[in-house]
């Protein structure tokens, strides 16, 4: 058996006895694991210590996954919020540019002042200029 085989029946966990001993006679690394696991399977409070490290662990990435999850969906619905306000600063800055609207009565549906309407529109203006 290779040195893979080996690991791979001692992971398995289908010898008999006798079979495990065998292997542990066959390879020092893998008798060293046995009794590290008789060890630490003989000592109650190690165990209970290891159990509740490692479910703190997962606790611990489970709520760093959840937070990232819930900043991704907080992230897209700030970006639609955003996208359909600047959809539709363009559409009515394109009705004042085609003399359906005045400035004033743009700014009123977009629910903004007209000052603030017009910097949105040049803003608009200029992210169109940068784009090819």
Not at 13 to 23: I, V
Not at 33 to 50: C, K, P, Q, S, T
Request: hydrophobic share 35%.
């Amino acid at each position: 058996m290779t040195k893979m085989e080996r690991w791979m029946a001692y992971f398995a966990n289908q010898l008999d006895d006798h079979e495990r001993e065998e292997l542990a006679m066959s390879d020092a690394a893998i008798s060293g694991a046995m009794d590290a696991a008789r060890v630490f399977l003989a000592d109650d409070d190690e165990r209970w210590n290891y159990i509740n490290r490692q479910m703190a662990i997962l606790d611990y990435n489970s709520g760093i996954q959840d937070s990232r999850e819930e900043g991704l969906r907080e992230g897209r619905r700030e970006g639609r919020r955003e996208g359909i306000g600047i959809g539709r600063v363009g559409m009515l800055a394109e009705l004042v540019r085609d003399g359906i609207l005045t400035p004033g009565q743009a700014a009123e549906k977009a629910g903004m002042r007209e000052k603030e309407f017009q910097k949105a529109m040049e803003n608009l203006k200029m992210s169109n200029e940068e784009t090819p």
